[in-house]
């Protein structure tokens, strides 16, 4: 059988393998750094496929991470975890303190090298709990109250363990050598930074990551290569540090965080557009105080800034910094700021576009390539980071999307798709990889 008959085989005879493993995440939604049963699972199946299997510390670099939740927050999901049931032998001591992410290594000789990235986090939203969705109708719904597969992630992630089955099958036909990149905490844009500093990305000559995505979007066909334009984006939380005081016995003694917050609040959203391309800013929550007659003392804000390029995002942060130092000293308060997430500028190689497109015009005919090969982004990913990492040292990088009927839109509690696209991936995957090693 030639290659390609046989991809197309095993591709079939792996979707209900992938709808299992999709179905097993769907109801056990993990968010950011708390990916402990997902990345066991995702390591105890890699380690049956034969592939060299990295896991904890040594996928995401320790000091790197953004947006990591609390001790307290990670021993309780852990203790649900192994309530749920999970793959024990496999859940290692660095995965049970949040270092999650798992990363596959096939090596098949001398060659270029092909690194894949899929993403494995959820959201943190309330799954619809009737029967008018399918996740709840079909017995696969959430379990974990607050938590979601709302984004398609649990798809990337059996879209990953089935392109590593099917390329692990055919490792006589690969020379080169396959690195499958299962990122934690994309969500926020939290993760891939951590994962490029610890030099995963070094030594990819191509470099690959999908989204699945609607059918009622833009794109025209089942599959667009490349895309371009994601914001570069940086998310704070600021904490304002004030002095509590008696509000009617001793006002002068307070230093009022809340005004302080407030204050920069009203300026963030006043630092200058930009002359070269879109900007943007968020100021997402604020909480602060204690009490109606009690000068606060605290207050906490999370905001966000975005931009079309990374130099854009970048006058944008420094300028916020700037802001929410200022508003502090003028209410004699102190302030930290904490980076909770942050990705760059994105674009996609022209000539690994064309050489997507025609590997699935050639091999997977039943596959449309959309008109628009090279479509805009909408919102911010931190692939963003692992591509312009591939791209400074010469290697090639696209961020393809997949198309899906979906039931709801992405980030909404309805949200489901069509299982279909788990086979749908896995080829295109499978098809790019062995035109690149073959
Ligand atoms: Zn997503």
Same mark, same amino acid.
């Given at each position: 059988?030639?290659?390609?008959?046989?991809?197309?085989?095993?591709?079939?005879?792996?979707?209900?393998?992938?709808?299992?493993?999709?179905?097993?995440?769907?109801?056990?939604?993990?968010?950011?750094?708390?990916?402990?049963?997902?990345?066991?699972?995702?390591?105890?199946?890699?380690?049956?496929?034969?592939?060299?299997?990295?896991?904890?510390?040594?996928?995401?670099?320790?000091?790197?991470?953004?947006?990591?939740?609390?001790?307290?927050?990670?021993?309780?999901?852990?203790?649900?975890?192994?309530?749920?049931?999970?793959?024990?032998?496999?859940?290692?001591?660095?995965?049970?303190?949040?270092?999650?992410?798992?990363?596959?290594?096939?090596?098949?000789?001398?060659?270029?090298?092909?690194?894949?990235?899929?993403?494995?986090?959820?959201?943190?939203?309330?799954?619809?709990?009737?029967?008018?969705?399918?996740?709840?109708?079909?017995?696969?719904?959430?379990?974990?109250?607050?938590?979601?597969?709302?984004?398609?992630?649990?798809?990337?992630?059996?879209?990953?363990?089935?392109?590593?089955?099917?390329?692990?099958?055919?490792?006589?036909?690969?020379?080169?050598?396959?690195? *499958?990149?299962?990122?934690? =905490?994309?969500?926020?844009? /939290? +993760?891939?930074? !951590?994962?490029? &500093? @610890?030099?995963?990305?070094?030594?990819?000559?191509?470099?690959?990551?999908?989204?699945?995505?609607?059918?009622?979007?833009?794109?025209?066909?089942?599959?667009?290569?490349?895309?371009?334009?994601?914001?570069?984006?940086?998310?704070?939380?600021?904490?304002?540090?004030? *002095?509590?005081?008696?509000? =009617?016995?001793?006002?002068? /003694? +307070?230093?009022? !965080?809340?005004? &302080? @917050?407030?204050?920069?609040?009203?300026?963030?959203?006043?630092?200058?557009?930009?002359?070269?391309?879109?900007?943007?800013?968020?100021?997402?929550?604020?909480?602060?105080?204690?009490?109606?007659?009690?000068?606060?003392?605290?207050?906490?804000?999370?905001?966000?800034?975005?931009?079309?390029?990374?130099?854009?995002?970048?006058?944008?942060?420094?300028? !916020?910094?700037?802001?929410?130092?200022?508003?502090?000293?003028?209410?004699?308060?102190?302030?930290?700021?904490?980076?909770?997430?942050?990705?760059?500028?994105?674009?996609?190689?022209?000539?690994?576009?064309?050489?997507?497109?025609?590997?699935?015009?050639?091999?997977?005919?039943?596959?449309?390539?959309?008109?628009?090969?090279?479509?805009?982004?909408?919102?911010?990913?931190?692939?963003?980071?692992?591509?312009?990492?591939?791209?400074?040292?010469?290697?090639?990088?696209?961020?393809?999307?997949?198309?899906?009927?979906?039931?709801?839109?992405?980030?909404?509690?309805?949200?489901?798709?069509?299982?279909?696209?788990?086979?749908?991936?896995?080829?295109?995957?499978?098809?790019?990889?062995?035109?690149?090693?073959?």
């Amino acid at each position: 059988m030639d290659r390609i008959a046989h991809l197309l085989a095993r591709s079939a005879e792996l979707q209900s393998y992938m709808t299992d493993i999709r179905r097993s995440l769907h109801r056990f939604p993990e968010t950011g750094w708390l990916e402990m049963r997902t990345s066991a699972l995702i390591a105890k199946e890699l380690t049956q496929m034969g592939y060299e299997v990295i896991t904890g510390r040594a996928v995401c670099l320790d000091g790197a991470r953004m947006g990591v939740p609390d001790e307290s927050e990670t021993k309780r999901h852990l203790e649900r975890v192994l309530a749920h049931g999970c793959e024990a032998e496999y859940l290692t001591q660095d995965m049970r303190e949040g270092f999650t992410g798992v990363i596959g290594v096939l090596r098949c000789g001398e060659g270029k090298t092909v690194a894949l990235r899929f993403d494995i986090d959820a959201l943190g939203m309330q799954e619809w709990p009737d029967d008018t969705h399918r996740p709840t109708r079909e017995g696969f719904a959430s379990v974990i109250p607050g938590k979601m597969h709302a984004c398609g992630h649990d798809a990337h992630a059996a879209i990953g363990l089935g392109t590593a089955k099917i390329l692990a099958g055919m490792k006589e036909a690969l020379h080169g050598t396959v690195k *499958l990149i299962f990122q934690p =905490g994309e969500e926020g844009a /939290r +993760g891939a930074k !951590a994962i490029v &500093a @610890a030099g995963h990305l070094d030594d990819a000559d191509v470099f690959i990551g999908s989204h699945v995505a609607p059918t009622d979007s833009l794109d025209d066909g089942d599959v667009t290569p490349g895309t371009y334009g994601s914001l570069a984006t940086t998310k704070y939380d600021v904490k304002f540090t004030g *002095l509590a005081a008696h509000a =009617g016995g001793y006002p002068e /003694r +307070g230093r009022n !965080a809340l005004l &302080a @917050a407030a204050s920069a609040a009203l300026s963030l959203h006043a630092i200058p557009r930009h002359s070269e391309g879109q900007s943007r800013i968020n100021v997402g929550t604020l909480h602060a105080g204690t009490g109606r007659n009690v000068i606060p003392d605290e207050a906490l804000m999370q905001i966000e800034v975005r931009g079309e390029t990374t130099e854009i995002n970048s006058f944008v942060a420094a300028s !916020a910094e700037a802001v929410c130092r200022g508003a502090a000293a003028m209410y004699g308060c102190g302030v930290s700021i904490t980076k909770m997430g942050e990705a760059e500028g994105q674009h996609s190689d022209e000539a690994l576009i064309t050489r997507i497109a025609d590997v699935v015009r050639r091999d997977l005919p039943h596959l449309s390539v959309s008109s628009i090969e090279n479509a805009k982004n909408w919102g911010s990913e931190d692939i963003s980071v692992m591509m312009n990492r591939v791209q400074e040292h010469g290697g090639l990088a696209t961020y393809m999307r997949v198309m899906t009927p979906m039931a709801g839109a992405q980030h909404t509690v309805k949200f489901d798709f069509d299982e279909d696209v788990l086979k749908k991936g896995a080829q295109v995957f499978c098809a790019a990889v062995l035109d690149v090693l073959a």
